[in-house]
Structure formats: structure tokens, C-alpha cells
């Protein structure tokens, strides 16, 4: 029986092998809403990157490029981290170069060992819990964090992945038990029970409310972002 385990954050991911392993990465507020929300709405690609440098390498080469550090656009960059930026009829087509301060990282730490990376949000969970049961192979959620800590609502959706799968996947560790358990609490209210996370204040001071109540809507698009080389693609 293939096996579902979580790391709570990047920082983590040494000790989690990666060899015959589908990494999920997950960054609910905001990367990879953004990302699937971009194919979703006809990007051609999403280059992750890094670093600043690598972004505005591309950006140079002619990319759209979005740039956040500490949840802020960074200045000189088209696209900052909204999911609601990517919904643009100029991007349809676009190829887009992405650097975050956790979701691009966590891809980045991920893409080099395991056998396939692939992109998750509450927006395309059923989706990807369609694509994860057709695959071979064992599956890692990874979760972005914050800054190397774990936060709540890329547990929460690890959680509702491990809940999605634990008939047909055995869940190997505590962390995909603990984050089962914890979508179970919350699965009720979602926006309530991430109500106190640092996350949401961290974005809430920052007047970002409206991309935390879509970025926690289930099955708004059918579309699984996969990294193809260096780019994500949508998955068909």
C-alpha cells in the first residue's frame, strides 16, 4: 500500500526521503493559490525561482514576473502575490517567473530529488486527490511555513489530503496523523478556525482579507500545476 506522510516546514525536509516520492508543495496564503489560480486562468507557465536575482533575471528576458518577500510586493516587479492578480486576460498564454518568501523555496529544496513535483491549494484539492490516487508512487505534502515554522493553514490542507487519501494510502508519521486530526476540527469553518494564525494577522495588518477567504474555497478549479523542467504546467 503506498504511503502519505507531511513535513510541516522546509526546514524539515532533510529527513524526509524523497527517492520514487510525489512532493505536493503547499503555500495556501499565497503562492501556490496563486499558481493555480494563474493555469487555471490560461498562464502558459510559472517559472518558481529562488531568489529575487533569478526572478528579475527572467523578468529581464521578457517573463512577467511577481516578486514577495514578507507578504509585500517587491518594487520593480509586474505581479505581486494576490491570487486575484493572475485572473488578468494580459497574462493568458504568459509565461510568469515567481519568486515567494516560502512556496517558491519549499519548491526549489523539493524539485531536485523527488521523482515529480506538484502544486496543491484548497482550490484544486479534489483535483489533486484524483491525480494522487493514479499515481505509483509514495506521496510527501509538503508545507511551506513560514520562514522555516510551520502555520496552520498548510497543516490544515495536508490534513484534508491525508483525510482525502487514507483509504487508499497509509499514513506513515505522526505529522499526517496530527494533520488529519486537525482538518477534521476545522473542516467546518475553515476561515473561522485559521481566524488567529499569524498568516491571517500578518495579512490582515496589511489590509489582505480578500485573498484569504478565496484562497480557502474547495474545488474552484480542476487544474493540478506539475513541474515540467523548471517550469509548472498544468497537468493533462
Not at 507531511?6 to 524523497?18: F, G, K, S
Request: hydrophobic content about 45%.
Amino acid at each position: 500500500m503506498k504511503q502519505l506522510d507531511v513535513c510541516l516546514t522546509p526546514d524539515l525536509l532533510h529527513l524526509h526521503r524523497l527517492d520514487n516520492v510525489v512532493v505536493v508543495v503547499a503555500d495556501i496564503f499565497r503562492a501556490t493559490s496563486c499558481m493555480v489560480t494563474g493555469l487555471a486562468h490560461g498562464v502558459g507557465s510559472i517559472t518558481p525561482v529562488a531568489t529575487v536575482e533569478e526572478c528579475k533575471a527572467l523578468q529581464d528576458k521578457g517573463y512577467f514576473a511577481a516578486a514577495e518577500r514578507n507578504a509585500m510586493k517587491v518594487e520593480g516587479f509586474d505581479l505581486d502575490n494576490s491570487p486575484f492578480s493572475y485572473m488578468s486576460e494580459r497574462l493568458i498564454g504568459s509565461d510568469i517567473a515567481m519568486t515567494t518568501t516560502n512556496g517558491t523555496l519549499s519548491i526549489a529544496k523539493a524539485k531536485s530529488a523527488a521523482v515529480k513535483v506538484m502544486i496543491g491549494a484548497f482550490l484544486n484539492l479534489g483535483a489533486l486527490v484524483n491525480e494522487l490516487r493514479s499515481e505509483q508512487y509514495d506521496v510527501l505534502v509538503l508545507c511551506a511555513g513560514w520562514k522555516g515554522r510551520p502555520n496552520l493553514e498548510d497543516t490544515l490542507f495536508a490534513g484534508a489530503v491525508a483525510e482525502a487519501l487514507k483509504d487508499e494510502f497509509i499514513l506513515v508519521e505522526d505529522a499526517a496523523l496530527m494533520a488529519q486530526r486537525l482538518y477534521q476540527q476545522g473542516r467546518g469553518n475553515l476561515l473561522n478556525f485559521v481566524a488567529n494564525s499569524s498568516h491571517v494577522r500578518r495579512l490582515q495588518r496589511l489590509g489582505i482579507q480578500k485573498d484569504i477567504s478565496y484562497s480557502l474555497q474547495t474545488d474552484l478549479y480542476d487544474v493540478v500545476p506539475v513541474l515540467r523542467g523548471s517550469r509548472l504546467v498544468a497537468m493533462h
